[in-house]
DNA sequence: TACTATACGGAACGATAGTTCCGGTTGTCA
DNA sequence: TGACAACCGGAACTATCGTTCCGTATAGTA
């Protein structure tokens, strides 16, 4: 297995390599064309609707069989994988940019609204980081990881400059904000302000008067 | 159907009456029994696995066949409302209690300490106002409907005493401390405290300085 | 004790979803 | 262009779960 899953190794433009540089026939462009359309199906289908979407679905919306799904991606898990594994990535370089910045409170809060943002309507990523059910897998826990590290440094710093409360940990600040993302998604809660609830948990971090 | 789903209806002692009065015969005492032993099998395996648990579950808890449970309530969804109605009351009981209360802000903060500790450990409960693809059946969606008056009593007391910011709804209230407590639940989760989470939402609540 | 309405147990059924298999198709290269 | 490896599609298999059915057991009663 190597990255995203994939049963063949391939980069993004199609061209394929073995583990050590072996010559590899390229995957065909067939092939090439039917991963993209699996993977842009997925990212929209595992969005709207999570993890427990049916296999059926993506190979469906991204027009070709099932069969053709497994041939891409060894299990469905593999698939989920490779999307949230996307998100994260870009989550764990906003933290990272976030931990560099000099006004540490202000670059902490700002993060947090940007993570909200991000989650928003997203159900894959709701339920990778906030669901259950959901084994999250070696990489997508590296991933989880480092997103916690970058936030762990923020609020460190923010803590030192005096913006947030002690003690607090990357975990809370996180489950806090995945949580209401989650109820923010069913339909229930139509008309609560989500940024409204990002607002409270941020004035709640803030230290105590 | 009636009260909690039963095919016949039932009193808490075993008795049974018709409609209006018309003399039925009592539950047998076999009937009674299992009744009871599926409900507290029910109770346990739905808190701790939630909706999704199977129904066979439930029904070997409780050392009944299948058939007998499917006697006693006409679908899984029957029972898991019969549960969390349970639960629902008590909620509901305790948010009447604090809209009561002379201390507008005490009440109302106190309340969500209690509300996130009565979810602990409760997935049902937890499915049931805070998770994806459950259909809150009308009888759940009334007692959800009275806590939410509750509470929006409890809030609009409290920010008339100047404890609570402004604007502030109920549903939001709901789903910040549904959701932290969604996510304190998952095994990631392990070593973050509720309390503090909860905390940090109770301060965000108040006022800005 | 004998009778019967009531209740019980669990095999069996139908639906759903993940995964495998294989006959047919097609891109690629000589 | 011919040949072959890679690839495709979707039927079929397997497992899980909610629900139904029916032959058997038993509590309650005369």
Same mark, same amino acid.
């Given at each position: 297995m190597n990255e995203a899953g994939a049963t063949t190794a391939v980069r993004g433009d199609g061209e394929a390599s073995g583990a050590e540089g072996a010559p590899v026939?390229? &995957?065909?462009? $067939?092939?090439?064309?039917?991963?993209?359309l699996i993977l842009e199906a997925a990212e929209e289908v595992f969005a709207a609707q999570g993890v427990s979407a049916p296999i059926d =679905?993506?190979?469906?919306?991204?027009?070709?069989?099932?069969?053709?799904?497994?041939?891409?991606?060894?299990? @469905?898990?593999a698939l989920f994988e490779a999307i949230v594994l996307t998100r994260l990535e870009e989550l764990v370089a906003a933290a990272a940019a976030g931990a560099e910045r000099d006004d540490a409170g202000e670059a902490f809060f700002s993060f947090l609204r940007t993570f909200? %943002?991000?989650?928003?309507? @997203?159900?894959?990523?709701?339920?990778?980081? %906030?669901?259950?059910?959901? +084994?999250?897998?070696?990489r997508c826990a590296g991933m989880a990881g480092d997103l916690e590290s970058g936030v762990e440094t923020m609020i460190r710093r923010a803590e030192a400059?005096?913006?947030v409360r002690d003690g607090i940990t990357p975990k809370?600040?996180?489950?806090?904000?995945?949580?209401?993302?989650? =109820?923010?998604?069913?339909?229930?809660? +139509?008309?609560?302000?989500?940024?409204? &609830?990002? $607002?409270?948990?941020?004035?709640?971090?803030r230290p105590p008067a």
């Open positions: 026939r390229p &995957m065909r462009a $067939d092939a090439v064309r039917n991963r993209r =679905a993506v190979a469906e919306r991204a027009g070709v069989g099932v069969g053709t799904l497994y041939r891409h991606f060894p299990t @469905k898990e909200a %943002g991000k989650l928003s309507n @997203k159900h894959d990523l709701i339920d990778a980081l %906030g669901a259950e059910g959901i +084994d999250i897998k070696s400059a005096g913006a809370e600040v996180l489950g806090l904000v995945v949580g209401l993302c989650q =109820a923010t998604e069913r339909p229930e809660f +139509d008309g609560v302000s989500r940024q409204r &609830m990002v $607002d409270v948990v941020c004035a709640g971090l």
